[in-house]
């Protein structure tokens, strides 16, 4: 996925979004809070969920999407499974 995201400082709030999708859904549902603490570990979540991470991934890399295609992908994912929107 970063090899695939767009690189520099104007595209960083970008793949900040993109993460913040990308680890909610690890969590299952755990976002950010307003002292930056998620409260949560992907490392330590779901191997299922991981696993749904990766096939999106792949399928995204294979399709040459843009970050908005992920972004959108694991929002819709992360909405429909009542992890809600975040900020």
């Known amino acids: 996925m970063m090899a695939n995201l767009p690189k520099g400082k104007k595209n960083q709030k970008a793949r900040m979004y993109v993460y913040e999708e ?3 859904l690890l969590t299952r549902g755990k976002r950010k ?3 930056g603490i ?3 570990d992907g490392r330590m979540g779901y ?3 991981a696993e749904k ?3 999106i991934v792949v399928k995204w890399v294979r ?3 843009t970050a908005a295609d992920i972004f959108n992908t694991l929002r819709e994912i992360n909405v429909k499974n ?3 929107t975040g900020k």
């Open 22 to 24: 990308k680890n909610t």
């Open 33 to 35: 809070n307003q002292f």
């Open 38 to 40: 998620r409260g949560g």
């Open 47 to 49: 191997v299922s969920d």
């Open 53 to 55: 991470v990766l096939n």
């Open 63 to 65: 399709n040459n999407g």
């Open 82 to 84: 009542g992890y809600g």
